[in-house]
């Protein structure tokens, strides 16, 4: 991570490090890091910079590519043809430079002074700064500050400092002359014990901040994006604790390197684009001699090259299926495993259907086990306060609350994971039969009377609320979380470090999807150990061991019983779901742990036994 202070750049050994990965998600554009010394803001996309000599590392994907640029179009975005997914860049461990990596904002500029008998509240403009420290002249010594807690956003993701002077003064008649504020906190650090004080005498609990449109509406402003961040905004400005879980949600969209049938010598001709986009009837003969354009587009005769050249050249629309639909096609079209049957050096993509030892349970239809699997997550955007939720094809509405992470880009930052997985694909005519049943239609009812009252808890309500997922994929992902945990105990791997993907699309869609995909991955790794594609083969007894784990919960009867409607604990979003029976890291969920209920796959207490798709022992 680079860092730059004011117009005179200093090579500096930085303070902390971002893997490249953690940029794409966690850390991205606009999200708050706190540093050894300093808390700052990862700057947007226009601030960073790559190495020339090195060239920018770009990341092909082109069925991902399109999606967006659909969805993008819609916001009236560009995305690049050639380069839209990028690696973010790396850094100079050694000296930071403007130059080379991402730069950051400090931010916030407020500062604490931590003398217990001053807690002056400064802007950094007012401290002395010392070997990248800020110290506060107390009168009799100088105190270190650090920069405080809290800030402002609003529910369309700004960010601003907190508006400490107003606050302070907003209950007192006619302006302060010249405030002086001191931040004071209890114990605990509860927002009830946290004041801030003026030496006029003016004060203020930090508590108050917390009602509804307790402060003043939002500035708009998008400190990441640079001067020309700043827009217009309707809402009000809201407390945020800086490090707060909710204080950043990366807008992440990922797609398996799948071929897809009929766009392949299109996606070929834009992974080539660097060389073809000067392709004519002439030079065509020369560009055929590169080695890779040659490798590339072996079968292809070079009329057809140029007519697809031609047509990405145009913007034409290619007609794609959606993301995961075209996933699950590739995923349920695989031939029988046959004995050395091994993927080549260079696939990207490799899978096989397989008979698991014992067979499997009359609810599974087929089972595929993946030795090579390229996955590519690309963060297109971000939100605060309230994670934006994808649809049932990953995908996110961007007419809907988000920030950009760039003003004047044409690319995404993305990275790209290699490894295995298992697909478990469920029998579609018994998922319908269990849908059928009395049981479930009315436990569908309570699940949708959750999720209504969870829209209506929203504040502003969204303009496109997101459609319920439907039973169907509250039992899926249910028993995605308990397979993860089953077959972690045996794979080698860790629970969180095995993700799941669900392809979830109802009877009445062209192509219905009742199925799951476990993977685990590797950024920059060119596979894995090969111990979840081996469990695969003994899914039947795995199955048995998830059935088993959530028959009992540790805090049943509360969790089996728990419903939805009309929740005093606003568990809106889960039926029997809790920490000790479903939930599982957050880095291997792609909803945080919500859409649960495990009494939709295995019998649980209170429950007729009718209600779980499992309804014995697989």
Not at 81 to 93: H, K, L, Q, Y
Not at 438 to 450: A, M, S, W
Not at 486 to 491: R, Y
Not at 540 to 569: E, F, I, Y
């Amino acid at each position: 991570m680079a860092k730059s202070w004011g117009k005179k750049q200093i090579s500096l050994r930085p303070q902390g490090e971002i893997r490249q990965s953690q940029m794409v998600t966690t850390y991205g554009a606009g999200a708050m890091v706190d540093l050894v010394d300093q808390a700052v803001l990862v700057g947007g996309l226009d601030f960073w910079s790559y190495d020339k000599a090195e060239g920018i590392p770009v990341i092909q994907e082109p069925r991902l590519r399109d999606a967006l640029a659909e969805r993008f179009g819609e916001a009236e975005i560009s995305l690049s043809v050639d380069a839209a997914f990028r690696e973010p860049p790396v850094g100079d461990s050694a000296a930071a430079t403007r130059s080379r990596g991402v730069q950051v904002l400090e931010f916030p500029q407020w500062f604490v002074c931590q003398n217990p008998h001053c807690r002056a509240l400064v802007r950094s403009q007012g401290l002395e700064r010392k070997k990248g420290r800020y110290f506060h002249d107390c009168g009799r010594r100088k105190t270190e500050a650090v920069p405080v807690r809290f800030v402002a956003t609003c529910k369309n993701g700004h960010l601003s400092e907190f508006p400490w002077i107003w606050f302070a003064h907003r209950s007192r008649e006619g302006r302060c002359s010249g405030p002086s504020l001191s931040l004071h906190e209890g114990a605990s650090g509860d927002f009830s014990e946290v004041t801030v004080e003026c030496l006029c005498g003016a004060s203020e609990r930090l508590s108050t901040a917390l009602a509804t449109e307790a402060l003043p509406g939002c500035s708009g402003e998008r400190p990441w994006l640079g001067r020309e961040g700043r827009e217009e905004c309707e809402h009000s400005q809201r407390l945020l604790v800086r490090t707060a879980s909710h204080s950043y949600f990366p807008l992440v969209v990922s797609a398996l390197s799948v071929p897809e049938k009929g766009t392949e010598l299109v996606d070929k001709v834009k992974a080539l684009w660097d060389v073809l986009a000067a392709a004519t009837p002439e030079t065509m003969a020369a560009f055929r001699t590169i080695s890779k354009v040659e490798t590339g587009l072996a079968g292809w005769s070079n009329e057809d090259v140029l007519a697809a050249a031609a047509a990405v050249r145009r913007g034409a629309p290619v007609a794609r299926d959606p993301l995961r639909t075209a996933e699950f096609k590739q995923l349920v079209d695989q031939e029988l495993e046959k004995a050395g049957d091994e993927p080549d050096r260079d696939d990207l993509f490799f899978a096989r259907r397989i008979e698991p030892v014992g067979g499997v349970p009359r609810q599974v239809s087929m089972v595929v086990v993946a030795k090579k699997l390229r996955e590519v997550r690309v963060h297109i955007g971000l939100s605060r306060l309230e994670a934006a939720t994808p649809d049932l094809q990953g995908e996110y509405d961007l007419g809907v609350r988000w920030q950009r992470l760039g003003l004047t880009t044409n690319w995404l930052p993305a990275s790209e994971l290699r490894g295995e997985g298992l697909f478990v694909q469920l029998d579609e005519s018994a998922v319908v039969a269990w849908e059928d049943r009395e049981v479930v239609r009315r436990r569908t009812e309570e699940l949708l009377d959750g999720y209504e009252a969870w829209l209506r808890g929203l504040r502003p309500p969204p303009a496109k609320p997101p459609v319920f997922p439907g039973a169907r994929f509250y039992m899926l992902h249910s028993l995605a979380h308990l397979l993860i945990s089953a077959i972690s105990l045996e794979c080698g791997y860790a629970a969180s470090a095995i993700r799941e993907r669900i392809y979830c699309a109802d009877r009445t869609s062209e192509v219905p999807m009742a199925a799951i995909l476990l993977s685990t991955g590797t950024a920059g790794s060119d596979g894995t150990l090969g111990g979840l594609v081996e469990q695969a083969r003994q899914l039947r007894t795995h199955l048995r061991r998830a059935w088993d784990m959530g028959l009992l919960c540790s805090n049943d009867p509360v969790c089996g019983a728990h419903t939805p409607r009309g929740d005093h604990a606003e568990r809106f979003l889960e039926g029997s779901a809790c920490h000790g029976c479903l939930f599982i890291a957050e880095s291997s969920c792609e909803r945080f742990n919500r859409y649960l209920d495990r009494a939709l796959v295995v019998p649980v207490i209170g429950h007729e036994a009718d209600l779980a798709f499992f309804g014995e022992r697989p």
